[in-house]
């Protein structure tokens, strides 16, 4: 079982930057794909971005490949998402996501195994 908990999340202006994270209760990096999702009001949940297992390959949508910045601490076990330039398309809940299934795309949110519980992100114009 693996527990993840975001935080960082706020108010920004557009054209701020913003920086959450992830905290997970155990080592993820190596046994488990992390990912960013989020969701606005009367939206599905879409793909952000993405940690592949290992840290072998980066993924990230292409509404914020050129913004959004994905990365990893092992020693603290936490998995950031740097977002700069940002619009207020970006508002949102935004969920991290654990996930170990190697035969679906870290960009689908059905691989994935454990949510936290979303950290809240506005964006003011």
């Known amino acids: 079982q693996v527990q993840l908990v975001e935080s960082g999340g706020g108010l920004v202006q557009a054209g701020g930057s913003l920086r959450v994270s992830c905290a997970a209760s155990?080592?993820?990096?190596?046994?488990?794909?992390m990912g960013w999702f989020r969701q606005a009001p009367g939206k599905e949940r879409e793909f952000v971005a993405a940690l592949r297992r290992s840290g072998s390959t980066t993924y990230l949508a292409d509404s914020v490949k050129d913004r959004f910045t994905i990365s990893g601490d092992i020693t603290k076990n936490t998995v950031y998402l740097q977002m700069n330039s940002m619009k207020p398309e970006d508002a949102a809940v935004y969920y991290c996501?654990?996930?170990?299934?190697?035969?679906?795309?870290?960009?689908?949110?059905?691989?994935?195994?454990?949510w936290g519980q979303g950290t809240q992100v506005t964006v003011s114009s």
């Open positions: 155990e080592r993820t990096f190596s046994s488990y794909s």
């Open positions: 996501a654990a996930g170990s299934k190697p035969y679906l795309s870290p960009t689908s949110r059905w691989m994935y195994d454990y």
